[in-house]
C-alpha cells in the first residue's frame, strides 16, 4: 500500500514538473485556429508594396519536414513544441514594428528581434536557403524558394 502510495505521488511530480514549463510557455500564446493554407497579411502595415505570401502549413511540414517550433518560438528565441491546434499567437504581436527607422543602427539580431518584416524574411530565406544546401540545390530554384517574387507575387 506504501509503495503504491509513494509511487502514485512520485508520478504526480513527475508530471507537474514536466508540465509546468510547457503550460506556463505556451499560457503566453492567444488561442487561435489558424487554416491550413492562409495569405500572410497584417493589419499593422498600412500599404503591402509586393504581393501578399500564401502560406501554407502542412506543405511546410510535408515538404520541408519541420516541426512548429522550426518557425514558432518563445521571448527568448527557442522553439515552442507545438502541435497543431495548440495556442499561439502571431508574429507581429512579439516584432511588432513595420517601419525601420531611418538612420537607426541596430545589429541584424536587434533588427530581427524588433521589426516584423526583418523577423519573417530571416526565418523564412534562412530556412529555405539551409534547406536547398543541405538538398543540392544552393540557388534555391526549387523546392524552396529563396527570389522575392516566389514568395510575393505580383499584384
Not at 514538473?17 to 487561435?32: F, Q, W
Request: proline share 5%; with cysteine; glycine share 6%.
Amino acid at each position: 500500500m506504501k509503495q503504491n502510495l509513494w509511487a502514485i505521488m512520485i508520478l504526480g511530480i513527475l508530471v507537474s514538473v514536466t508540465a509546468g514549463p510547457a503550460v506556463s510557455r505556451h499560457a503566453l500564446y492567444a488561442k487561435s485556429t489558424v487554416a491550413d493554407t492562409f495569405i500572410m497579411e497584417t493589419d499593422a502595415y498600412k500599404k503591402h508594396t509586393k504581393g501578399l505570401v500564401e502560406f501554407g502549413h502542412q506543405q511546410h511540414v510535408d515538404a520541408y519536414q519541420i516541426s512548429c517550433g522550426q518557425c514558432h518560438h518563445d521571448d527568448q528565441g527557442r522553439p515552442l513544441d507545438l502541435k497543431p491546434g495548440d495556442d499561439v499567437q502571431k508574429c507581429i504581436e512579439c516584432h511588432k514594428e513595420t517601419k525601420k527607422v531611418k538612420g537607426e543602427k541596430l545589429s541584424k539580431k536587434e533588427r530581427i528581434n524588433k521589426y516584423h518584416k526583418e523577423a519573417l524574411h530571416a526565418n523564412c530565406i534562412n530556412c529555405h536557403k539551409a534547406f536547398n544546401k543541405k538538398n543540392g540545390d544552393p540557388k534555391g530554384k526549387s523546392p524552396a524558394p529563396v527570389s522575392c517574387s516566389t514568395c510575393h507575387p505580383k499584384k
